[in-house]
């Protein structure tokens, strides 16, 4: 491919005027936003006025005034139509890991004939770790992890497994997991899903309903662009929300908070999944993030998505200086999210040599090199200057220097 049919794809894409509503810093090709998402215009004006006008000015009224006691619902309400979710099932609140801690511990006690969570070796690991840390705290007699490769999951399904916790979007290697068809497995065994979407929301067609999902989380500062450390998500199925019961029964999961009653009981819907008080700036953040959304259509995010990836993987193949990049997504765009990982032995130092240059991509441990597509910002066009950059680092050995071998606390 030549670098004016490049540019024709970027004349054609009607996602292209997207990347203008994003803040994105020049001379910078940014391919890690499925690590954490580019900064949306609306979230820096959103964000000054929670601050300086809503908490500045009208301080503890802003509760009532500004809505910020429902934020939870309403960013949860925005979330819902991008992962498939009809009304009331999903909820902003808390990090990924503090709500699978409450959704283990449900699915577990609705399941508590079993005791097995079956896993995969390669999921992100605090998903794991969050269910060493159920098993820590209950025992193995009510929590046992068991992991196996992502090929044998389906051989995995017993009637000794109360949960299958899976990823949709593995994070290194950006394989796609059929949702419908694992979700039907299990349940045909008695056994309870639930499904991270942190590398799919916001990425591709997510479609938790249709796949008649019981539980997922996510998380708001990838693909949905919230911004660091922002809010996450959950998803319960609402034939399980009058049934399941979650371990952090804090006040605003109370039917009646402001009614400090001495008693927990529960909120009869999705509200009960909350903890503690909602944090207001970062949510709001979200809220606007959330905003770019309102017009997209999630076939075209798809359809931009596998063409990004694969004018990488072309234009990384077609370049003798790059046969030494092994990868490590499947090949085939249908079976990968919006991601390529490759291996090779100097990824790390390849990888910061690249941010030295003004492309951002990312390293994830032991060796691979990952680029992330988010198809509302990233253009054709960074791409081919992407892997330009890339091809003369490799060919020069550039990434030899010693100041692109210096270990880093955040890889």
Request: aromatic share 8%.
């Amino acid at each position: 491919m030549i670098f004016e049919e490049v540019k024709a794809l970027d004349k054609a894409d009607p996602l292209y005027t997207k990347r203008f509503e994003f803040d994105l810093p020049s001379h910078t090709i940014y391919l890690d936003g499925n690590s954490l998402g580019a900064l949306p215009k609306s979230v820096k004006k959103r964000v000054s006025e929670v601050v300086s006008q809503q908490w500045g000015n009208d301080l503890i009224k802003s509760w009532n005034n500004h809505a910020w006691i429902d934020l939870p619902i309403s960013v949860g309400e925005k979330i819902a139509p991008l992962i498939g979710a009809s009304e009331g099932q999903v909820i902003c609140c808390d990090s990924i890991s503090v709500n699978l801690f409450k959704l283990l511990c449900g699915a577990l006690k609705l399941n508590s004939t079993r005791t097995k969570v079956v896993s995969t070796k390669d999921n992100f690991p605090t998903d794991l770790y969050m269910v060493q840390g159920v098993t820590d705290l209950l025992g193995e007699n009510l929590c046992e992890l068991e992991l196996v490769e992502e090929h044998l999951i389906e051989q995995s399904l017993n009637q000794s497994v109360a949960v299958l916790l899976l990823t949709q979007v593995n994070f290194r290697s950006g394989k796609l997991l059929d949702m419908e068809k694992l979700t039907k497995l299990a349940h045909e065994k008695g056994i309870l899903v639930i499904w991270d979407l942190a590398h799919s929301a916001g990425a591709l067609p997510v479609e938790l309903d249709k796949c008649n999902a019981d539980f997922a989380v996510g998380c708001g500062y990838k693909y949905l662009n919230g911004g660091p450390g922002s809010p996450a998500f959950l998803y319960v199925a609402k034939r399980h929300q009058t049934s399941v019961k979650q371990p952090l029964s804090g006040w605003m999961g109370h039917a009646k908070p402001f009614d400090f009653e001495p008693r927990y009981q529960a909120a009869p819907n999705i509200s009960q999944f909350q903890s503690g008080t909602p944090s207001v700036i970062g949510m709001s953040a979200l809220d606007a993030a959330l905003d770019v959304w309102q017009d997209v259509d999630m076939l075209q995010i798809r359809n931009k998505s596998k063409a990004l990836g694969n004018l990488c993987l072309e234009l990384i193949r077609q370049n003798e200086s790059l046969k030494g990049l092994q990868l490590c997504s499947p090949d085939t765009d249908e079976h990968r999210g919006s991601q390529l990982a490759f291996a090779h032995d100097h990824g790390f130092a390849i990888c910061q040599a690249l941010i030295e240059k003004g492309v951002i991509a990312d390293f994830r441990a032991p060796n691979i090199l990952r680029f992330g597509f988010t198809p509302l910002y990233t253009s054709y066009e960074d791409v081919w200057q992407a892997i330009d950059m890339l091809s003369n680092i490799v060919k020069n050995e550039t990434y030899k220097e010693p100041r692109f071998n210096v270990s880093l606390k955040v890889t």
